[in-house]
């Protein structure tokens, strides 16, 4: 870990800043709720959260002190590639579930919640937003990155000897 200008490269660290971002985002939500609409400052903090991420994590290889280019977001193509898969999914997943929070309220229960109101759907979908965006920048970086990754190292052959 580097202080100035900071950067995180080991994978250790970068799980530490991801469970202490996690603990800090439960943190914030006693004093969200305090808002009209919590969902959209916590999906702030979230792609906030990420974003300050990209800047600072570095992959094997990269330069340290170097800013990293606004868009890219890991080191690698096929890690860009996979983060943006995990968030395509789950803005879908979000998307889907939609309908369903409504359809629910079909079903007949013994003890029933708080009605539902239509900001509910709101806020899902801008959570399905936010996992869209995040999906979006990191298949960017993806593409962008291309087929760039290190040259695999070449396995020697059996050894000649000239005779």
């Known amino acids: 870990m580097k202080w100035k200008p900071l950067r995180i490269w080991d994978w250790r660290l970068k799980l530490v800043y991801v469970i202490v971002a ?11 709720r305090l808002t009209h609409d919590p969902g ?17 994590f570095r992959g094997t290889g990269e330069q340290v002190d170097a800013p990293r280019a606004s868009w890219r977001m890991t080191s690698r193509p096929t890690m860009s590639r996979r983060f943006g898969k995990v968030a395509r999914v789950l803005a879908v997943l979000t998307v889907v579930f939609i309908p369903i929070l409504y359809l629910s309220e079909l079903v ?10 239509p ?11 936010e996992f869209a965006v995040i999906a979006f920048l990191y298949l ?8 760039r990754e290190a040259p695999k190292a070449k396995i020697a052959g059996p050894i000649k000897i000239d005779s």
Do not use: K, M, Q
């Not at 900001?119 to 937003?129: E, H, K, P």
């Not at 960017?140 to 087929?147: I, K, N, P, Q, T």
């Open 22 to 32: 996690w603990g800090l985002g439960w943190a914030l939500v006693p004093l969200v």
């Open 40 to 56: 959209v400052l916590l999906s702030a903090y979230h792609v906030a959260i990420i974003l300050f991420g990209a800047r600072i």
């Open 108 to 117: 007949p229960r013994e003890h029933p919640g708080r009605p539902l109101t």
């Open 119 to 129: 900001w509910d759907g709101i806020t899902l979908g801008l959570s399905a937003l």
């Open 140 to 147: 960017r970086s993806a593409r962008r990155l291309g087929w």
